[in-house]
């Protein structure tokens, strides 16, 4: 058992059942006395008793009011108690030999036969021993375990709310780190675990925002010297002007993806909608041919609706294919559905990631191979953008190297409950 709510639920039962079962077993050693012998001996002191107040003459039994008759036929003796008789008459040294018959006249009745002379027998009530109280004891104890089970498996649940809070808290956490707001009520401890995280959750809003404004403001501060530095590139000789503007170019568009990486964060782009993922698939293979991309897919694809915000996605899904078609030689793009979620896979022939950098591939300005940038420029932000658009819409993206080689970038996103009207 794993879960501290099942260990502590286990717990309580043990020792609620340890107690009740301790309290049962000296209970039956108390109750269990009545096993020892005495309930038969008092009857066997009255047979005797009986027996020489008769003085073996039935008239003198019958004068003293004794019920009379003849001795019990043998399928009418209870032979069970009539031996525990005869045991305790031989334990006390007492010759007479009682016998119990069950006489059944409608309500079943037991009655004592006492030996007066060879063929008459007197007869007295015999209630018969008293119920053992181990079939009552074993009821009463098994209701005590269920309820007890019952009542440890309700507490176990209620101490462990506060945990139970702090679970579904992390489970909520969206995409930009926000935490939904969880309502303080209930127990004290309770109480303060959720306004914790609502302080928790109003700290880190804030320091995400703070990080996107100063984000925003570095990528929008930096237009301003890099446009007088273009200018002023314009009248150096010509052989350093390339390098120079070409620099410049890099950094203009590293500032431009990290201000579209703020927007996609904090602005959210187009309202989201329903809206066909199949459509927009063959629209981005389309315009990334049009440029010369080499980008094939899987045909035909499965008419599959989407919910999202169609330009956010169409932005990320293009810088995916358009990363597969310009550093792996080519993108092939299949779709399909599994589990209530589209599943668009994006693969390419190219070298891949080593295996111990995959991790880092959606970090801002992250790029595996520095020398890559010579050759195809970039700020090493496709990924982050990709990513922060797709885990807005509800989805997720995994980067995995193919054995066959090249890599397959996985895009996971959720099913529309209600279908597109577009095409």
């Known amino acids: 058992m794993k879960s501290l709510g099942a ?8 020792s609620i059942v340890g107690v009740v079962l301790l309290a049962g077993f000296i209970t039956i050693r108390f109750v269990g006395r009545w096993d020892d012998g005495s309930f038969e001996a008092s009857f066997v002191r009255q047979a005797e008793a009986i027996s020489v107040l008769a003085g073996g003459s039935t008239a003198v039994a019958a004068k003293a009011g004794l019920d009379l008759g003849p001795r019990p036929p043998e399928n009418r003796i209870e032979r069970e108690d009539s031996d525990r008789l005869r045991e305790a008459a031989e334990r006390m040294g007492i010759d007479i030999v009682p016998l119990v018959e069950v006489k059944d006249t409608g309500v079943s009745r037991r009655r004592i036969a006492i030996p007066i002379d ?11 021993p008293p119920p053992q109280p181990v079939s009552p004891l074993v009821t009463y104890l098994a209701i005590l375990i269920v309820g007890a089970v019952a009542i440890s498996t309700l507490a176990a649940r209620r101490i462990l709310e506060p945990l139970k809070l702090l679970e579904r808290a992390v489970a909520s956490v969206g995409p ?39 984000v925003a403001a570095a990528g929008h501060d930096l237009r301003t010297p890099m446009t007088r530095m273009r200018l002023r590139a314009e009248f150096l000789p010509p052989e350093e002007q390339e390098t120079w503007l070409k620099d410049l170019a890099e950094l203009d568009r590293i500032a431009d993806s990290a201000i579209r990486l703020v927007r996609e964060e904090v602005a959210g782009g187009d ?10 698939i063959g629209e981005i293979a389309g315009e990334l041919r049009e440029i010369g991309r080499d980008v094939t897919e899987a045909l035909p694809m499965p008419r599959i609706d989407v919910d999202g915000r169609r330009f956010g996605l169409k932005r990320a899904l293009r810088n995916l294919v358009d990363n597969a078609a310009t550093h792996g030689g080519g993108a092939r793009v299949r779709l399909g559905e599994a589990e209530d979620v589209a599943i668009v896979e994006i693969d390419d022939d ?53 054995t066959e080689g090249g890599l397959r970038q996985t895009v996971r996103l959720p099913l529309s409950q209600s279908p597109s009207g577009s095409f």
């Not at 060879?118 to 018969?128: D, N, R, T």
């Not at 303080?184 to 306004?195: F, L």
């Not at 309202?271 to 927009?280: G, R």
Request: net charge neutral.
């Open 118 to 128: 060879g063929a008459s027998y007197a007869y007295m009530p015999f209630p018969g």
């Open 350 to 402: 190219g070298p891949g990631i080593p295996e111990d950098l995959l991790s880092r591939v959606f970090e801002p300005f992250f790029r595996v191979d520095a020398s890559r940038r010579q050759a195809h420029p970039g700020a090493g932000l496709g990924f982050a953008i990709a990513r922060e658009i797709v885990e807005g819409a509800g989805g997720s993206i995994a980067i995995a190297n193919r």
């Open 7 to 14: 260990r502590l639920a286990i717990l309580l039962v043990a």
């Open 176 to 214: 930009q780190g926000d935490i939904p707001r969880i309502d303080e009520k209930g127990p004290a401890e309770v109480r303060a675990t959720a306004a914790a995280l609502n302080r928790l959750s109003d700290r880190l809003k804030l320091a995400v925002d703070s990080r996107m404004r100063l």
């Open 271 to 280: 309202e989201s909608a329903a809206f066909a993922l199949d459509a927009l």
